[in-house]
């Protein structure tokens, strides 16, 4: 029973057929001016146009990337970079950046580069007991001025909504640039980048049945960004290099697809995530769920096991065939204790005992009953 759809997805049929033509016959450089070269552009042109459409954006906002992290560094650090630059006619703004408590590390591990390298000053977000962010605690720090602040559209651990649109219009209101980590609500919630008027955007691919290392990075048309790679000026030059067209296809398929499935399978998904959490509540009575109830991401649940560490939990249910997860995916050998749910208030003996189940597809009764059944096994045999 695989229930660890937010740290990856299966690679969709459709994704698959979108990219074969780009790995055979039609394998040119998109830029390239004869005939495969043209196809290729061709391609790259309607894929870039499918995803915008899907994002609400314009076409010459979406810049290709290899997924959320690049992304995330892409648009911090390239964004930060211009807002503080000297020489030009851009007001220097100061050298602080906004980060909230529950961003990804790929969000937060910039911010801190930029404090390393460059001397900026990183500013936490606070968040409440349900992880939103605290949106007066976000008033009072853009009043004090930023160049950058950065914003999940969902929370990977415990998959909270957060309200975006009015936390952008905080940071607007006191003139500072906004980066959205939508790369948990893209494919899963509907995303609008121009409803929301962000003013950059990351997500990834293999959260909605892309191939891994396919992603996109929105960027606000006429933002001051400075590049971080150097090249030959592919994607508007701030992602120089040879364009991966059968990536970039797929990428655009799967958000298409998953775009159009989200009005029939939500209502369904999220259903079956309450039915799971009711199992999982009642069968771990010490159980508690982490997130807001109400406003989470459709086929995500969170609990904390008072008693159990994480890893040793994780490691049991996959033996007895339920596999996921304690948060975050990207922490590569490492089960460290969820930030998100410390920055919450909970106490770092219960986040040790962090569980999460996620998916793309409602889980029938009998896969619910059956973590309910294996997480009691579990729990049982570690003395609960």
Same mark, same amino acid.
């Given at each position: 029973?695989?229930?660890?759809?937010?740290?990856?997805?299966?690679?969709?049929?459709?994704?698959?057929?979108?990219? +074969?033509?780009?790995?055979?016959?039609?394998?040119?450089?998109?830029?390239?001016?004869?005939?495969?070269?043209?196809?290729?552009?061709?391609?790259? #042109?309607?894929?870039?146009?499918?995803?915008?459409?899907?994002?609400?954006?314009?076409?010459?906002?979406?810049?290709?990337?290899?997924?959320?992290?690049?992304?995330?560094?892409?648009?911090?650090?390239?964004?930060?970079?211009?807002?503080?630059?000297?020489?030009?006619?851009?007001?220097?703004?100061?050298?602080?950046?906004?980060?909230?408590?529950? #961003?990804?590390?790929?969000?937060?591990?910039?911010?801190?580069?930029?404090?390393?390298?460059?001397?900026?000053?990183?500013?936490?977000?606070?968040?409440?007991?349900?992880?939103?962010?605290?949106?007066?605690?976000?008033?009072?720090?853009?009043? $004090?001025?930023? %160049?950058?602040?950065?914003?999940?559209?969902?929370?990977?651990?415990?998959?909270?909504?957060?309200?975006?649109?009015?936390?952008? /219009?905080? %940071?607007?209101?006191?003139?500072?640039?906004?980066?959205?980590?939508?790369?948990?609500?893209?494919?899963?919630?509907?995303?609008?980048?121009?409803?929301?008027?962000?003013?950059?955007?990351?997500?990834?691919?293999?959260?909605?049945?892309?191939?891994?290392?396919?992603?996109?990075?929105?960027?606000?048309?006429?933002?001051?960004?400075?590049?971080? +790679?150097?090249?030959?000026?592919?994607?508007?030059?701030?992602?120089?290099?040879?364009?991966?067209?059968?990536? %970039?296809?797929?990428?655009?398929?799967?958000? !298409? !697809?998953?775009?159009?499935?989200?009005?029939?399978?939500?209502?369904? @998904?999220?259903?079956?995530?309450?039915?799971?959490?009711?199992?999982?509540?009642?069968?771990?009575?010490?159980? /508690?769920?982490?997130? #807001?109830?109400?406003?989470?991401?459709?086929?995500?649940? $969170?609990?904390?096991?008072?008693?159990?560490?994480?890893?040793?939990? @994780?490691? #049991?249910?996959?033996?007895?065939?339920?596999?996921?997860? $304690?948060?975050?995916?990207?922490?590569?050998?490492?089960?460290?204790?969820?930030?998100?749910? @410390?920055?919450?208030?909970?106490?770092?003996?219960?986040?040790?005992?962090?569980?999460?189940?996620?998916?793309? /597809?409602?889980?029938?009764?009998?896969?619910?009953?059956?973590?309910? /059944? %294996? +997480?009691?096994?579990?729990?049982?045999?570690?003395?609960?």
């Amino acid at each position: 029973m695989y229930g660890d759809h937010a740290a990856g997805s299966p690679v969709r049929a459709d994704a698959i057929d979108a990219m +074969l033509p780009f790995m055979t016959e039609a394998f040119g450089n998109p830029s390239s001016v004869h005939s495969h070269g043209m196809m290729a552009r061709r391609a790259l #042109d309607a894929a870039r146009s499918s995803l915008a459409v899907n994002l609400g954006a314009d076409p010459d906002e979406v810049v290709f990337t290899s997924g959320g992290t690049e992304s995330n560094n892409l648009a911090i650090k390239g964004i930060a970079l211009a807002a503080t630059a000297t020489g030009d006619s851009t007001p220097q703004r100061p050298r602080r950046v906004l980060v909230s408590a529950c #961003d990804h590390p790929a969000v937060r591990e910039s911010a801190r580069w930029l404090s390393r390298w460059f001397g900026f000053e990183v500013l936490t977000i606070p968040v409440d007991p349900q992880a939103h962010i605290d949106l007066t605690a976000l008033r009072g720090m853009a009043a $004090s001025g930023a %160049c950058l602040a950065c914003l999940p559209w969902a929370n990977s651990e415990v998959g909270t909504i957060e309200p975006v649109a009015e936390a952008i /219009r905080i %940071c607007h209101t006191a003139g500072i640039p906004v980066h959205i980590d939508a790369v948990q609500a893209a494919g899963t919630i509907p995303v609008n980048f121009h409803a929301v008027e962000a003013d950059s955007l990351s997500i990834s691919g293999h959260k909605f049945g892309a191939p891994r290392s396919t992603g996109a990075w929105l960027v606000r048309r006429g933002l001051p960004v400075e590049p971080l +790679l150097s090249g030959g000026g592919q994607e508007n030059g701030l992602r120089p290099g040879t364009e991966n067209v059968a990536g %970039c296809a797929a990428l655009a398929v799967s958000l !298409d !697809d998953a775009t159009t499935e989200m009005r029939s399978i939500n209502p369904p @998904l999220a259903a079956a995530r309450d039915s799971l959490i009711d199992a999982v509540l009642a069968s771990i009575p010490r159980a /508690r769920l982490t997130g #807001d109830p109400l406003h989470r991401l459709p086929g995500h649940a $969170s609990f904390v096991v008072p008693g159990i560490e994480a890893e040793a939990l @994780l490691v #049991d249910l996959d033996v007895r065939g339920v596999e996921c997860s $304690s948060g975050t995916a990207c922490a590569v050998g490492r089960h460290d204790i969820p930030p998100t749910l @410390l920055a919450m208030g909970i106490s770092q003996d219960d986040a040790r005992g962090a569980l999460r189940l996620s998916f793309r /597809r409602p889980p029938r009764n009998s896969d619910i009953a059956l973590i309910a /059944r %294996c +997480l009691t096994e579990s729990c049982t045999s570690f003395g609960l």
